[in-house]
């Protein structure tokens, strides 16, 4: 979805040529350029949905995109808990939502 | 052990770090965000002279005059705690810890969110998070947007969202009910905006902010709005609730009268794939209190406001505070008072001279004057809030001196 890229602009120019990566979400295969963040690389191809809320289920997306919220967390090469709006993308980089797979936010087994 | 270590690598970071620097103190920088430059970054205004300024492009000016004095600057590093030390500050991040003489906190402000039912929703954000996906990241936040919440800050960066080539369907009031203040108030909205009438093509705002007063703006208003660059505000509609189920997918508004009350049976869905909320700014001052510094609630400067006098230092040995942590102003004002605080932090570390109190004293005065030549001022009365707040500061000194 390369609409939604900026590539062009009125005053702040153009981005011309950018190195591409490639990265896992949720086991699928994307593409970002060299300066990404997880986060606008994720939204640059249509995924919206970051993390499901702990215990409600509700999808989560990016809310203050500047580290703040805590709303975008994602699970970064096993790691939890990292803010996709801050962690900028490197190639081959596994990224999953943030959703305990064996256990809930209250601590009970699923 | 450095200096000076700085948190906030925005306009009033990087402006202190240049001054101290160039009074041959050793500084280092840490900032959250993946690059330099905090919320300038995001910037892209045009002047009354008709010339834009690039908040990209002033950032990498300062950015480069920094390392060119010298000064370390660490990006995508978070500080989680301060901890006072006989001859300084030790800060904890989640690179190493770092231990310095004076601390600067220029962390910035943070933005308001507004509950409003469904904000929770993929595709709702702040406004903010919009522009520097726009702007910065260079990604559009989505194709048709609504923005919640009319003010000088949501108008700015939806003109900014159209030059992305995002549509803006509307900026339009939260329901009333939702917040506190006055938020949801045609009239209070109108004296806000009227600040930017250079900006408005609309004669009747373009006229208003020089003779209407801001009560008969909001009566003589439109109940469709008026329209900024064919973006339509509207200050007699209000946001009841967003739609949608994985995503956004619209908008529930209703009309308000002027003094802010839902009309019954208004209600209508404007369809959109994104929703911003504009709540306004507030100081971000986490790090100030886990220092221990004492505050103040000051309404006119956005908050909670650490206690500091017009030299930027706090209640606190060796601590400092610069830019919208002190009260939610311009870029240009943060960078003034960056200015004052590298000076006098450089005057505390080496042996202050006259020739340097001059220098502050200067520093001071240019504070004030860009104040007073900003073309958004985010809230009435902030001179005056801030003159009150150095007076207390001095109080304060003196009854502990007296103690």
Known sequence: MNSMRVDQHPVLGNMGQRQKLKFVFEGKQFTAYKGDTIASALLASGVRTLRRH????????????IGHCFECRVRVNGQNSVRACLTPVENNMIIESNVSRTMTSRGGKV | MIDLAIVGAGPAGLSAAISAAENGLKVTIIDEFVKPGGRLLGQLHEEPDGKWVNGITEAEKLFKRAIQLGVIIKCGVSVYDLVQLDSGWCLYTTGSSIKAKSLLLATGASETAIPIPGWTLPGVMSVGAAQVMGNVHRVKPGENGMIIGVNVLSVAIARELQLCGVNIKGIILPQPSLIFGNASNPEKNMESLLRLAHLAPSPLIRFGGKLVNPKLGARLYPKNGFKMWGIPIQLRKAAIEILGDNQVDGVRIADITATGEIVPGTEKVVPVDFVCIAGGLTPLSELAAVAGCSFRHIPQLGGHIPLHNERMQTNLK?????????????????MAQGKVAGLSIAAQRKTSSNRMDNQIQEAIENVKETRRKALIQFQPGIEDARSQLYHTFNEYSEAKVSI
């Open chain 1, 54 to 65: 702990e215990d409600k289920g509700t999808p989560k997306g990016i809310y203050c995109n």
């Open chain 2, 318 to 334: 060796g601590l400092y505070v610069a830019g919208n942590i002190t009260g939610v102003e311009s870029a240009k004002v943060a």
